[in-house]
């Protein structure tokens, strides 16, 4: 094991250097724990080792007290949960490593963004902030001013944003019946504005949105768990209904970095990484984020660092992440490319330059060529230096490459002291149920005063002297005084319940 691929320091084995085809022999591939918050790539064709040899790295996190995150869009990360099972094949590749094969199962939970089965993660709006909401929704900056004055009229008004039925309820309100008296406190607030922000929001709700806003909101301190035995917990966020929903699933992806970032205290140089997160199929990310959501999320990666969180993107084609993401990137894990039309030729050319130059490999070529479970590596070594290129034969995963079953999965749910705290339905009072009540305390008043003033003329005219006589008729008049004058004032912007309150 001699060769520039040992580093001092924590590691794990990801595999054996190769040359003309052949391993060479003592020349294994260790990855440095010190550099696993300097962010990765895994790319390659379909098919060609992508997701095992994240699982692999995923495996050495955990074994190494790292807890880790994945999103798993295909739905073929659960078998992290089993352990694997021997075959020649698998054996081979610890063999040529100087290394045992031992299967392992990792400690796992199972998470959920949605209805599917697992700890249900979500965020309240207030939680998830103005500026944030404004770059999923893809506003300019009138409409993102008219999003921060709401977060700050429901926060001076004590009316809490928890969910989008909140967040409509108030942009409606805003635009109607609310409008005169917000104006006078916060400024003039143009209905076109307030129009395309709803749409804009009823269009997210329509990508099932609704499912991630409310409560009870997760706290991403649950994500960093480490196991009894001192492993870190595997989280797998079983997200295969995001497919087609890209923009909830940047949305997610977005508010969960936001918060890490919120809530991890800056650190130092550390030995190893505090939590990694792997993005599978992390096009989608991508897919349809606005340059503003970019930007946001460009920013966030760069500054997550600090805190001890990595960030790995896998992906079929390197181009597929932002060249000003892809340059911030220190693990590069590249799998075989195919070369079966000229765009392709194109993408691998593309791809190579994306690589250190190296004297030894033709890596044009070689990108072309690569086996299943082989790479080319580029990583940082300790120091933070790019090592040389280097083909490797990556290991096997521990763990089963396969999926769990049903019967698996929800074994791992009925022990999970997550799904107790989580998958409970909680509704607190919230914007929508406080303005529906000041709507229909307004409307009501007004019936009242209505039916008071029906119901005083005749009386009046027919026999005022005995009616005042009469105790119970005085309260009655009292009570229609009071609502008459408490209307009156309510319609003048004064006195009355709703000054008490100070809403308006
Ligand atoms: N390191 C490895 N050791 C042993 N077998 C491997 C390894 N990597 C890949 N394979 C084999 O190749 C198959 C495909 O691998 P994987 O699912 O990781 O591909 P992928 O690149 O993620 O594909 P897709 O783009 O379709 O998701 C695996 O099911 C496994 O049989
Ligand atoms: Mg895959």
């Known amino acids: 094991m001699s060769s520039g691929y040992k580093f001092e320091g924590e590691h794990f084995l990801l595999g054996t250097a190769m040359q003309g085809g052949e391993v060479v022999?003592?020349?294994?591939?260790?990855?440095?724990?010190?550099?696993?918050?300097?962010?990765?790539?895994?790319?390659?064709?379909?098919?060609?080792?992508?997701?095992?040899?994240?699982?692999?790295?995923?495996?050495?996190?955990?074994?190494?007290?790292?807890?880790?995150?994945?999103?798993?869009?295909?739905?073929?990360?659960?078998?992290?949960?089993?352990?694997?099972?021997?075959?020649?094949?698998?054996?081979?590749?610890?063999?040529?490593?100087?290394?045992?094969?031992?299967?392992?199962?990792?400690?796992?939970?199972?998470?959920?963004?949605?209805?599917?089965?697992?700890?249900?993660?979500?965020?309240?709006?207030?939680?998830?902030?103005?500026?944030?909401?404004?770059?999923?929704?893809?506003?300019?900056?009138?409409?993102?001013?008219?999003?921060?004055?709401?977060?700050?009229?429901?926060?001076?008004?004590?009316?809490?944003?928890?969910?989008?039925?909140?967040?409509?309820?108030?942009?409606?309100?805003?635009?109607?019946?609310?409008?005169?008296?917000?104006?006078?406190?916060?400024?003039?607030?143009?209905?076109?504005?307030?129009?395309?922000?709803?749409?804009?929001?009823?269009?997210?709700?329509?990508?099932?949105?609704?499912?991630?806003?409310?409560?009870?909101?997760?706290?991403?301190?649950?994500?960093?768990?480490?196991?009894?035995?001192?492993?870190?917990?595997?989280?797998?966020?079983?997200?295969?209904?995001?497919?087609?929903?890209?923009?909830?699933?940047?949305?997610?992806?977005?508010?969960?970095?936001?918060?890490?970032?919120?809530?991890?205290?800056?650190?130092?140089?550390?030995?190893?990484?505090?939590?990694?997160?792997?993005?599978?199929?992390?096009?989608?990310?991508?897919?349809?984020?606005?340059?503003?959501?970019?930007?946001?999320?460009?920013?966030?990666?760069?500054?997550?660092?600090?805190?001890?969180?990595?960030?790995?993107?896998?992906?079929?084609?390197?181009?597929?992440i932002p060249a000003s993401i892809l340059s911030q990137l220190g693990l590069k894990v590249q799998h075989a490319l195919r070369a079966f039309t000229a765009a392709d030729r194109k993408t691998i050319k593309l791809a190579a330059e994306n690589y250190p130059e190296s004297s030894f490999y033709d890596v044009d070529e070689l990108l072309t060529q690569l086996g299943i479970g082989e790479a080319l590596v580029s990583l940082l070594n300790e120091k933070g230096i790019p090592t040389p290129l280097v083909h490797a034969l990556l290991l096997s995963p521990r763990s089963r490459m396969d999926v769990l079953t049903q019967g698996e999965m929800d074994t791992i749910l009925s022990h999970s002291t997550m799904v107790k705290k989580y998958n409970i339905t909680v509704d607190s009072e919230s914007a929508y149920e406080i303005l529906n009540r000041k709507l229909q305390d307004a409307a009501e008043q007004d019936k009242k005063l209505e039916e008071v003033k029906q119901a005083s003329k005749p009386k009046k005219a027919v026999k005022e002297e005995s009616i005042f006589d009469n105790t119970a008729v005085k309260q009655a008049s009292r009570t229609a005084a009071s609502i008459i004058t408490r209307s009156l004032l309510g319609a003048l912007g004064l006195g009355g319940r709703r000054k008490r309150n100070s809403i308006f």
């Open 25 to 320: 022999k003592g020349s294994n591939i260790y990855l440095p724990l010190k550099t696993m918050n300097r962010h990765g790539l895994i790319a390659g064709a379909t098919g060609t080792g992508k997701t095992k040899t994240l699982q692999l790295i995923a495996e050495g996190l955990s074994d190494a007290s790292v807890p880790v995150v994945l999103m798993d869009i295909k739905g073929d990360l659960s078998g992290i949960a089993a352990a694997g099972t021997a075959n020649d094949k698998v054996i081979d590749r610890y063999t040529k490593a100087g290394a045992t094969y031992t299967p392992a199962a990792y400690p796992v939970e199972l998470l959920s963004l949605s209805d599917e089965k697992g700890v249900r993660l979500r965020s309240t709006v207030i939680e998830f902030g103005p500026v944030l909401m404004s770059r999923i929704l893809g506003l300019n900056d009138t409409q993102e001013g008219v999003v921060s004055m709401i977060f700050k009229y429901c926060d001076d008004n004590k009316m809490a944003l928890l969910d989008l039925k909140d967040f409509i309820k108030i942009l409606q309100f805003i635009s109607n019946e609310g409008k005169k008296e917000i104006e006078a406190s916060y400024g003039k607030i143009s209905t076109t504005s307030t129009g395309t922000i709803l749409r804009k929001v009823i269009e997210l709700q329509q990508q099932g949105a609704d499912i991630f806003f409310g409560e009870p909101s997760f706290d991403v301190e649950d994500l960093m768990r480490i196991s009894d035995d001192g492993r870190g917990m595997v989280n797998i966020l079983r997200v295969t209904d995001m497919q087609n929903r890209p923009k909830l699933f940047s949305t997610f992806m977005l508010s969960l970095l936001a918060e890490l970032y919120a809530t991890l205290p800056e650190e130092g140089d550390m030995d190893k990484p505090k939590l990694v997160l792997f993005i599978d199929e992390a096009h989608l990310v991508f897919q349809e984020a606005t340059d503003a959501l970019l930007q946001q999320i460009e920013t966030v990666i760069k500054l997550i660092r600090s805190k001890g969180v990595g960030i790995f993107f896998i992906t079929q084609n390197p181009q597929d």
